[in-house]
């Protein structure tokens, strides 16, 4: 029997890291196989991935040291980071360099990198069409990912740069599922007005990852992006309706009205939505669905994840 290739799986008891990791042990007879890395070795997510015969190891995307054992002998790598667990772009930054630069120490030849646009190519700071946030980004989840995108051509490291989508499991776990109104209806509420929103279940990236690997030399040095739908706000809120047995209404509200909702991250959110309501054109073009269930053949539409989540979707 071949030696199976060594994918490591950076944020693997995370939405992305943890699809990729389940999606290649769900093909035995594939080439690759997956070696989880984690903070927390001993979590509950990480003692299920080791239940279900994947290795897991111990990495911190801050300590280079850590992840150059992670990375030993190792043919692929899914980089990704989490700008929600610290809110700092420039954290985010370093964390994407460190991640670069093991890759290149270790000569992974196939690094997937999860990244996103950085916005201040459509927006530049000057323009006072949204503020300016942490001094000098946009949109920091996203700019601070595309900026990063340098680190990995920089260093000449191979790489598929995977622009991911809305995750639809932020109408579960984020916050955003729809909220009651002073009428007792439920609503979902974005700056989009008639906008479509590219989206796609959390579990389908690692799915799609999965797929770029296969695909290997073909899609190194390209940006690909992905989704599983284009659902407007009110094709959102009608799939919520039909999936949770009463009714949901889209309400779309000015940016600026989003980015003084309050919680921690709106006026990221709110810049957010904005990039992707005017530039929506290019923002849903570059995430084709076609191309994303050639990756994917079990890609799963709005109305499908709705159906299949509606009892985990909090009705606040």
Not at 124 to 144: E, I, N
Request: with cysteine.
């Amino acid at each position: 029997m071949a030696v199976k290739k060594i994918i490591v799986v950076m944020g693997a008891t995370g939405a992305q890291g943890g699809g990729l990791a389940r999606a290649i042990a769900a093909d035995p007879r594939g080439e690759f196989t997956a070696r989880a890395v984690t903070r927390k070795v001993d979590s509950d997510p990480a003692r299920a991935l080791a239940a279900a015969g994947i290795e897991v190891v111990l990495a911190d995307t801050d300590n280079p040291a850590t992840l150059d054992q992670a990375f030993a002998g190792a043919h692929g790598a899914f980089c990704v980071t989490n700008f929600w667990e610290h809110f700092s772009a420039e954290r985010e930054q370093a964390q994407a360099r460190n991640l670069a630069e093991a890759a290149q120490r270790a000569g992974t030849r196939h690094v997937v990198w999860s990244t996103l646009e950085d916005t201040r190519r459509w927006v530049p700071l000057a323009d006072t069409r949204m503020p300016t946030l942490q001094g000098k980004y946009k949109v920091p989840h996203f700019d601070s990912k595309g900026e990063a995108d340098d680190f990995f051509r920089s260093l000449g490291v191979p790489t598929t740069f995977l622009l991911t989508a809305f995750y639809w499991d932020n109408f579960i776990h984020f916050g955003l599922g729809p909220k009651r109104g002073p009428d007792g209806t439920l609503a979902i509420t974005f700056p989009l007005d008639g906008a479509k929103l590219p989206g796609i279940a959390a579990e389908d990236i690692g799915k799609c990852a999965y797929g770029v690997f296969k695909r290997g030399a073909e899609l190194i040095g390209k940006t690909v992006g992905i989704a599983g739908g284009h659902p407007t706000g009110a094709e959102m809120a009608a799939g919520l309706t039909r999936a949770l047995g009463e009714p949901v209404r889209f309400q779309s509200v000015p940016p600026e009205v989003y980015r003084g909702f309050g919680f921690p991250g709106a006026d990221d959110l709110g810049n957010m939505f904005q990039f992707k309501r005017d530039f929506n054109d290019y923002y849903c073009g570059v995430r084709d669905i076609g191309f994303s269930r050639s990756l994917n053949p079990a890609l799963e539409g709005f109305d499908a994840w709705a159906e299949r989540n509606a009892s985990r979707i909090p009705r606040g």
